[in-house]
């Protein structure tokens, strides 16, 4: 995929927007550069003047690293994929005062570790979801415990719709196929012009030109 510059650049400024990083904040780096997280996690706290706190090569992996440095570097803000938190929380946890955020991603978040993290961590939650096809994350939302947990909604300069297979909305409770539009969507898939065209197609709801939808 090819992504555009504003398309990260909108992911960047709707986070702040949504969770205001300030210059108290510590934000844990352990995500490989591999994977679109790690966007954010360097580039959201270098912008906003927080702290940028980095994790030993392979930390990602090892739970107890992770709590441990979370502890003694006073981490505000982290991202776990459901399965790595739930790794995360089976280790015998110190208490983690500084959390104030935990990000997930990657994965479905399954209802009981929401329940987990509240009562044992304390912190917010939030799930984002976002394909391959976008920068990072399009939509989210904060996951309360004993609440349904959804994908949320759409985040800044994005849209989302449940169409049907002639790209028209179906009525609330009858299943559709979620398709994305905005400034998130990536260009397309790098020298493979077939199957972009396939996959990305013009926006019927778009107010401009050039409006695509994936």
């Known amino acids: 995929r090819t992504l555009e510059h504003r398309a990260i650049v909108n992911r960047l400024h709707w986070m702040q927007e949504a969770y205001g990083l300030g210059a108290d904040d510590r934000v844990l780096q352990k995500t490989p550069y591999g994977f679109d997280v790690s966007v954010w996690e360097f580039f959201w706290p270098l912008s906003t003047g927080a702290t940028l706190v980095l994790a030993r090569p392979g930390g990602h992996r090892d739970p107890a690293h ?43 978040l399954p209802a009981d570790l929401v329940t987990a993290v509240h009562e044992r961590i304390g912190c917010e939650l939030h799930n984002l979801y976002g394909p391959t096809e976008a920068a990072v994350d399009v939509t989210a939302t904060r996951c309360e ?24 909305p179906v009525p609330i409770g009858v299943p559709g196929e979620l398709l994305l539009g905005g400034v998130q969507l990536a260009r397309g898939y790098l020298n493979r012009p077939t199957l972009t065209a396939d996959r990305f197609v013009p926006d019927p709801f778009a107010t401009g030109p050039g409006g695509r939808l994936y």
């Open 145 to 168: 415990p004993g609440q349904p947990v959804t994908i949320g909604r759409p985040i800044a300069n994005t849209r989302t719709y449940i169409l049907d297979a002639s790209l028209r």
């Open 66 to 108: 992770l709590a441990e440095l979370i502890g003694t570097e006073a981490i505000t803000t982290v991202h776990f994929v459901p399965s790595m938190l739930r790794a995360f929380l089976a280790e015998p946890l110190p208490a983690l005062p500084s959390l104030r955020r935990m990000v997930c991603s990657g994965e479905a």
